[in-house]
DNA sequence: TTGTAGGCGTTATCAG
DNA sequence: CTGATAACGCCTACAA
């Protein structure tokens, strides 16, 4: 590999003299800073950032430590927003994945301190509560996706789950459905109880009761090997005599199998039953027809945002070090719902 | 942060001592072990790899170049594999994506080639042709999910979409399918062609004649903004005076398209009609009721092989400077194929 | 079995 | 404005 000697030699200065050229520091002449990059393009020089960094204690990395990354397929976007940030304020993303198993990682924060990473954005694939078992070792951390166990301190990034899903409601409300199915997540999200909560809070300040909605219990059990009920429950509420006008559905998979069965029932949609979902998870919400009323989650600016916010507390910045901070879903309208008649 | 010499002086022995503990050589008594250990434990000492590597020329660190991560919802699994891989191996990963950018492109391999990587997998996200823009920079490379174009040569591995879709139309007519309805994917992905390929080939080899297949265009257009016929086309087909008994869809996300539109019209699925999809993308396979019968792609198995090929290459084991892998697909059969009455 | 000297590629310090 | 020298944390080579 060319080092930095190399260059000097080359370009007849010294050492430091290309060091400062590279990191565009002051007082040096134009002359030979041209002489400096005329011989650092001739050899193809690259600094290397780790001697750089054992000088300079800091690595420019920043680690995202997922726990399922692929098992949900908007993983991808919370991912996405951080790689874009670090494109674009010079930073590099180390990766790892721990599939939940706490001893994985525990690796994952001694490999990641090994490397002298900056900070490191602890994703949660679904919206839960964590704990980072990060034993011993201490980085700079923001969660995203997620908020820390009581009695831990982090600063944390998470979608409004709760205003999204009040959104949603009022918006059938104000189509002027007043019976509402609603079928409900799997209860070990976060996301699950928010939604309901704001659901039922929703539907109650508009006037209606608790006989005005039938609710059922969607999927249950271990993440990732939980039961499904959805179709069952799907067929069963949209056959009821007194059937209701919409059916809201946990998420726009769940809203998948809703259309599935009303549609084997013989019912149109929007015409005879207005359905909506939750996650605007494209290939869904856009792969229906019709196309699928649902709430957007902001993955990628959670991710984004996330990535901000540590840099503020890597670089000392903002006593964000218990900042919670919590990001607007938004309605996104589309063909699957309609006003009653 | 504590450095070896810390170490050292607590343990009271010289600091190649330690650095011999650490590393796990040879000719250490049990007895230094011990003490050096016990003061790592007490100091919370963890080596930093940076230093480790301007020494010994080796980082253990691969990058993963993708191209469009999140946009395809599998995408996911190829870099899981990767990952398992590394951390199987004592490798860590970086990230970096293009969004099919060759700025950034550019940009990324010169971030890998300063932080000193060892190697690269170049991963597609959809089955492509690909022309790696590493610029003047090298580094071992591995292509996954992908091939060089002519000319350029690197090592790669891909799945076997022909082979896939031969399985399946064979699964078809063995079921005694003889008048089968196929929607193509984009014809720009590599996939689309060589899946069609195979449909024809396996349809004719079993005395299907032209008249006996309905093949239509599914959808077109740049990657990521095609214009989607799926739906409209599946009505179609499916409402044709001698509709096929059978539909072939280009991935899964078209045949929930085809369910809609099956539905829609009042089949029942698969008694009306058998439809079968690719990808086994399990939220719109396992989600579709009655569940998909499709053919899974190794995309697990890409990124932990392609991880595994990279590493041949930059020990400099195996001529696999030009081994072109190809990965098995597997046929799932579930319960929306059936035999024709 | 253990320690010393030196060097990897870079930057900080300070003198010229 | 420029350069010599030392130092970062670790490992190689060699000596003890």
Redesign the interface.
């Known amino acids: ?1 060319v080092s930095i000697k190399d260059v000097a030699r080359v370009a007849g200065v010294s050492d430091k003299t290309v060091s400062r050229v590279v990191n565009g520091e002051p007082n040096v002449t134009a002359d030979t800073i041209e002489k400096v990059q005329l011989a650092i393009a001739g050899l ?1 020089y ?6 750089r ?2 000088r300079s ?1 800091r ?1 420019d ?1 920043i680690g ?1 430590i997922t726990d399922f ?3 949900t ?5 919370i ?2 927003g951080v ?2 940030w670090a ?1 674009a304020n010079g930073r ?6 721990t599939d939940g198993d706490q001893d ?1 990682e525990a ?1 994952v924060w ?2 990641f ?4 990473i900056d900070g490191v954005l602890y994703v949660a694939m679904y919206h839960r509560v964590v704990v980072p078992a990060a034993g ?2 201490s980085i700079p951390t923001v969660l995203v996706n997620s908020h820390a166990e009581d009695g831990y301190s982090y600063p944390s990034i998470e979608p409004d789950d709760y205003g999204g899903a009040y959104d949603l409601t009022r918006h059938l409300i104000d189509l002027g459905h007043r019976r509402i199915g609603y079928i409900r997540l799997n209860p070990l999200l976060l996301g699950a109880n928010q939604r309901l909560d704001a659901f039922l809070a929703a539907a109650q300040a508009h006037g209606l009761s608790e006989n005005d909605m039938i609710i059922r219990l969607g999927m249950e059990g271990p993440i990732g090997r939980e039961t499904n009920y959805v ?1 069952r429950e799907a067929l069963d509420i949209l056959s009821l005599p007194d059937r209701p006008t919409a059916l809201v559905c946990g998420n726009d ?1 769940m809203a ?2 809703a ?3 009303a ?2 029932l ?1 019912l ?1 949609i929007p015409d005879d039953i207005t359905i909506v979902g939750f996650d605007d ?1 494209r ?2 919400s856009l ?3 019709p196309e699928l009323t649902t709430v957007a989650l902001p993955y990628y600016d959670l991710g984004w945002q996330g990535a901000d916010m540590l840099d503020q507390l890597i670089q000392g910045k903002g006593g964000s070090e218990t900042e919670r901070r919590v990001l607007r879903c938004s309605l996104v309208t589309r063909r699957s719902s309609t006003r009653v008649c």
């Not at 690259?46 to 001697?51: D, E, K, T, V």
């Not at 397929?73 to 976007?77: A, F, H, I, K, V």
């Not at 301190?113 to 002298?116: D, V």
Request: aromatic content about 6%; charged content about 20%.
């Open positions: 590999m193809g690259i600094p290397n950032l780790a001697a960094s054992i204690n690595t990395i995202i990354i692929s098992t397929p908007y993983s991808g976007d991912v996405r790689q874009d494109g590099t993303v180390l990766l790892a994945n994985r690796n001694r490999t301190k090994a490397h002298r011993e070792v179709y998979e998948l199998q259309y599935l069965a549609l084997s013989g149109r998870f290939t869904v792969g229906l027809k």
